[in-house]
């Protein structure tokens, strides 16, 4: 299990500090070698037919429950419990190649979304540092992800965005959860019957 770096390593627990700041970072979520061959997995079917989906709203690669990011959320949702101090029910898993061309701008997430972890996958010719930002406690906080690193976030309530890309490509998976005791728990599997790869529909907002 990935060790949870909390906001203020002097403060208070991760889960309260997650409660109060909304995020917290947790280094090396998985092992380095899974992401590199999942950047070479990633990678590979960028000019392939209908893996990947663009969408004018950021205008990214985007793929929506992918067997492999899919694979990962028992895992990961080990990581984002010991975190945040809640149980959890998953949703869905995304995985997203940015590009020069890709806009991230300001904004919170759907309901489906309610807390979430980005993670770093792999990069290629972009600047070592890429960090994406949120909005917490009034002032706009630069997170930087190495690969593996993941930032566990309120997704409903927390803004996040990215500056764009100066150069190369970038690719994040995205792990998506509700609050087993919160509203969203009808959300389970995102409307799905389970976990796994499920023909493409996309996170409602990006239509």
Known sequence: MAEIMMADPAG?????????LGYVVAPRMLPRAQLDTAF???ISYVGMEGFYRIYDKV???????????EAWMPDVQKVIEAATGRRLLPTYSFARIYTTESRLRKHVDHHSCEISATMTVGHHHAPADWPILVESGGKDVPVSLDIGDALIYKGTELPHWREPLASGIWCQVFFHFVDAAG???DRIYDGRRKLGPDPWRGPADLE
Do not use: E, G
Request: no cysteine; charged share 25%; proline share 8%.
């Open 12 to 20: 208070p627990l991760v889960s309260d500090q997650f409660d109060s």
């Open 183 to 185: 509203p969203f728990t």
């Open 40 to 42: 070479r997995y990633y």
């Open 59 to 69: 205008n990214a690669l985007d793929r929506y429950a992918d067997a492999l990011s």
